[in-house]
């Protein structure tokens, strides 16, 4: 029998253990770790402090319990779950890391992050939220000036424009190699599946090696290239080609959407939230003659995050990545208490049906396996209407 997935995927599950010892040797040889939890984080300007830039725990149910002990129960999973993780000491990111960067994406994470600033040395940059606007571009790359000035005085070093430069250059290269990863789901069928696609993508901002980290996706990319050769697919060509949308996924119960889509036969074939290919869409600009925290500032503020007003970005981006993908049905996952996200769903759904005229469907969940009954059933609806080909449910 033919094994559908990748080899090197195991190698990159392996991450998450191997990248928890890495982290503590780099603390106990003195290197300096960043850690972040956002897309809207500049990783940039960490590596160019000589630090370590990571991703911070934050897609489990398991410490959810321990972060409602001081936390309203009725607040998004991904905050009581980063806040668990922190007071809990579970997250090996968290524990070496020697900062903190936050953001100020939503009024949940920003009140949360009050509290967690009382545990680490923590930065917050203050994100305009009104996108395509000048203004917000000079006040964005004040913050990227801040944070650059903080780190220096943190580490007692010196972020130089050439050091700035070489991280870009670094960044851009780990974002191309994984826009490619994921554009090889753009055939028909995909060669890997969802899961997969969101276990490399999201596993990425553990990379304590950078280096290593590209060198293992594109491995992981030659294997598929060449899997794709011998006819080797993870869907059968028949299979419904589902975008997913909306709030960022990750192992450990934020998975609990895909999970059910392709448990049920369908093929992920795009992800187009923050842990998917929304922070690969733009790379920051290279050219020598501009100031690179400008640079910085164009990139990141072009993140096309429900946050943001408007968001047209968000809609051009799930149009460009349905017609690419040749997808059947777009799904929108929303976190319970996701206010951005839950009340730009109607937006999306609007623009789906009308403008692509795809069908759609929203799901509002959260970490735990309460609703994973209700999830499989209605997801097994929603397929059963694309292969049909009515029009929406």
């Given at each position: 029998?033919?094994?559908?997935?990748?080899?090197?995927?195991?190698?990159?599950?392996?991450?998450?253990?191997?990248?928890?010892?890495?982290?503590?040797?780099?603390?106990?040889?003195?290197?300096?770790?960043?850690?972040?939890?956002?897309?809207?984080?500049?990783?940039?300007?960490?590596?160019?402090?000589?630090?370590?830039?990571?991703?911070?725990?934050?897609?489990?149910?398991?410490?959810?319990?321990?972060?409602?002990?001081?936390?309203?129960?009725?607040l998004c999973p991904l905050i009581k779950s980063s806040y668990g993780f922190a007071i809990t000491d579970t997250c090996?990111?968290?524990?070496?890391?020697?900062?903190?960067?936050?953001?100020?994406?939503c009024d949940g994470k920003k009140k949360m992050y009050e509290l967690m600033g009382e545990i680490k040395p923590m930065?917050?940059?203050?994100?305009?939220?009104?996108?395509?606007?000048?203004?917000?571009?000079?006040?964005?790359?004040?913050?990227?000036?801040?944070?650059?000035?903080?780190?220096?005085?943190?580490?007692?070093?010196?972020?130089?424009?050439?050091?700035?430069?070489?991280?870009?250059?670094?960044?851009?290269?780990?974002?191309?190699?994984?826009?490619?990863?994921?554009?090889?789901?753009?055939?028909?069928?995909?060669?890997?599946?969802?899961?997969?696609?969101?276990?490399?993508?999201?596993?990425?901002?553990?990379?304590?090696?950078?280096?290593?980290?590209?060198?293992?996706?594109?491995?992981?990319?030659?294997?598929?290239?060449?899997?794709?050769?011998?006819?080797?697919?993870?869907?059968?060509?028949?299979?419904?080609?589902?975008?997913?949308?909306?709030?960022?996924?990750?192992?450990?119960?934020?998975?609990?959407?895909?999970?059910?889509?392709?448990?049920?036969?369908?093929?992920?074939?795009?992800?187009?939230?923050?842990?998917?290919?929304?922070?690969?869409?733009?790379?920051v600009d290279e050219d020598m003659n501009k100031d690179p925290l400008l640079a910085l500032a164009e990139k990141y503020?072009?993140?096309?995050?429900?946050?943001?007003?408007?968001?047209?970005?968000?809609?051009?981006?799930?149009?460009?990545?349905?017609?690419?993908?040749?997808?059947?049905?777009?799904?929108?996952?929303?976190?319970?208490?996701?206010?951005?996200?839950?009340?730009?769903?109607?937006?999306?759904?609007?623009?789906?049906?009308?403008?692509?005229?795809?069908?759609?469907?929203?799901?509002?969940?959260?970490?735990?396996?309460?609703?994973?009954?209700?999830?499989?059933?209605?997801?097994?609806?929603?397929?059963?209407?694309?292969?049909?080909?009515?029009?929406?449910?």
């Amino acid at each position: 029998m033919i094994d559908l997935r990748p080899e090197i995927m195991q190698e990159i599950e392996d991450l998450r253990g191997v990248n928890s010892v890495k982290i503590k040797e780099a603390h106990e040889e003195g290197k300096k770790v960043v850690g972040m939890y956002c897309v809207f984080s500049p990783s940039e300007i960490a590596l160019a402090a000589d630090a370590i830039s990571v991703t911070l725990c934050g897609t489990s149910q398991a410490p959810i319990e321990a972060a409602e002990k001081e936390l309203p129960r009725n607040l998004c999973p991904l905050i009581k779950s980063s806040y668990g993780f922190a007071i809990t000491d579970t997250c090996p990111y968290f524990y070496f890391s020697d900062v903190l960067l936050a953001e100020t994406t939503c009024d949940g994470k920003k009140k949360m992050y009050e509290l967690m600033g009382e545990i680490k040395p923590m930065h917050i940059m203050n994100l305009p939220q009104t996108a395509n606007d000048k203004d917000s571009l000079g006040l964005w790359k004040s913050e990227m000036v801040k944070f650059k000035e903080y780190l220096e005085k943190q580490f007692d070093v010196e972020i130089t424009d050439e050091k700035l430069r070489d991280a870009i250059k670094l960044m851009n290269r780990e974002r191309k190699a994984m826009r490619k990863l994921h554009k090889l789901n753009a055939h028909k069928p995909a060669p890997l599946s969802g899961m997969d696609m969101m276990l490399a993508q999201w596993l990425k901002g553990f990379n304590v090696d950078k280096e290593a980290g590209i060198d293992l996706v594109e491995r992981l990319i030659s294997e598929v290239e060449e899997r794709m050769e011998e006819g080797i697919y993870a869907y059968s060509e028949n299979a419904p080609r589902i975008l997913l949308t909306g709030c960022p996924t990750g192992v450990g119960g934020a998975d609990k959407v895909l999970r059910s889509l392709e448990d049920a036969g369908a093929a992920v074939v795009a992800l187009e939230n923050c842990t998917g290919y929304k922070g690969l869409d733009v790379l920051v600009d290279e050219d020598m003659n501009k100031d690179p925290l400008l640079a910085l500032a164009e990139k990141y503020l072009s993140t096309p995050c429900s946050c943001m007003t408007n968001n047209n970005g968000r809609l051009d981006l799930i149009k460009r990545l349905s017609e690419e993908y040749d997808v059947d049905g777009i799904v929108d996952m929303t976190y319970q208490a996701c206010h951005t996200y839950a009340i730009e769903s109607f937006t999306v759904k609007k623009f789906v049906q009308d403008e692509l005229n795809l069908p759609f469907m929203q799901i509002e969940t959260d970490y735990s396996e309460s609703d994973t009954g209700q999830i499989k059933t209605r997801v097994e609806a929603f397929l059963e209407t694309l292969q049909s080909s009515s029009i929406n449910i």
